[in-house]
């Protein structure tokens, strides 16, 4: 297990000092201006990462329906066009330059018939699992939380149905257990039977807690450090997975409160 943390917890330089990986994420990363790259940000966070020396994965630009996330890197899955696909392969590259071991990409918006916008998703990360492959990268295709009905690939089965039809050994499951627990609604028994349907197409885990129910507040993705939640992580065991673990939390304090619990889970 190599334990990580999202960019949005801290400054790079503390979270550095804190765990072994960083997940870069992008869309606050403010790497964009008017949707391009800006070279000077680039340059910058190269620099910063070749001082803190950190693995990193990539967390890919997505659907943002908060009133905060930049709209000009809104990413459906489901519904792609030229500006979409060049603002992924850039994650694709940066993660490749930077020897990033996973770009974390959102499944597909519901936004007509729900067949029509899985076959479209699956077609559109066909492409990016090539891009990928091109670079020896895997994409990690995040379960997302069952408690709003516009969110393709809530499920286990129909995570392991989308991954199946890309057929790309370059495309695994990102298993964000936060997620699964709002899918499960908070039953710990469920949340344990989705980990253990992943199996081993488990490439990469997002922890972070929640009370598994909806809320008026991000559908009941609060993010919350482990403990304010309802979460039983011991579920992790679950997993057939030996690669980063990565705390999406909003704190240092949360970083390390995380940080604390995986390392007491059963190793094997």
Do not use: W
């Not at 995040?142 to 516009?150: A, F, I, L, M, S």
């Not at 980063?244 to 889970?265: A, P």
């Amino acid at each position: 297990m190599i334990i990580g943390a999202s960019s949005f917890a801290s400054s790079l330089y503390d979270l550095g000092k804190e765990v072994a990986s960083i997940e870069l994420y992008i869309p606050k990363l403010e790497l964009y201006k008017k949707g391009k790259v800006v070279k000077e940000k680039a340059d910058e966070l190269y620099d910063i990462l070749s001082t803190v020396k950190n693995h990193t994965t990539i967390h890919a630009p997505y659907f943002g329906e908060l009133s905060n996330y930049p709209i000009e890197l809104m990413v459906d899955t489901a519904h792609m066009g030229r500006a979409q696909f060049r603002l992924m392969e850039e994650s694709i590259s940066l993660a490749d330059e930077l020897g990033s071991s996973v770009v974390v990409v959102h499944p597909g918006k519901i936004t007509e018939d729900r067949e029509k916008c899985f076959r479209h998703m699956v077609g559109n990360l066909r492409k990016l699992a090539s891009k990928a492959g091109n670079c020896g990268i895997i994409i990690g295709l995040e379960n997302k939380e069952g408690t709003d009905p516009t969110n393709l690939c809530c499920e286990a089965r129909e995570l392991l149905r989308a991954i199946k039809e890309v057929d790309s050994p370059f495309l695994k499951a990102t298993f964000d257990i936060g997620h699964a627990n709002l899918t499960c609604g908070g039953d710990t028994g469920k949340l344990r039977d989705f980990a253990r349907e992943l199996g081993d197409s488990v490439a990469h885990v997002h922890v972070h807690d929640n009370t598994g129910k909806n809320s008026e507040k991000y559908f009941g993705d609060l993010h919350g450090a482990p403990g304010e939640g309802c979460i039983d992580f011991t579920v992790l065991e679950e997993l057939d997975c030996n690669a980063v673990y990565n705390l999406e939390v909003f704190s240092m304090e949360g970083v390390r409160t995380g940080k604390t619990m995986l390392k007491g889970l059963k190793q094997d």
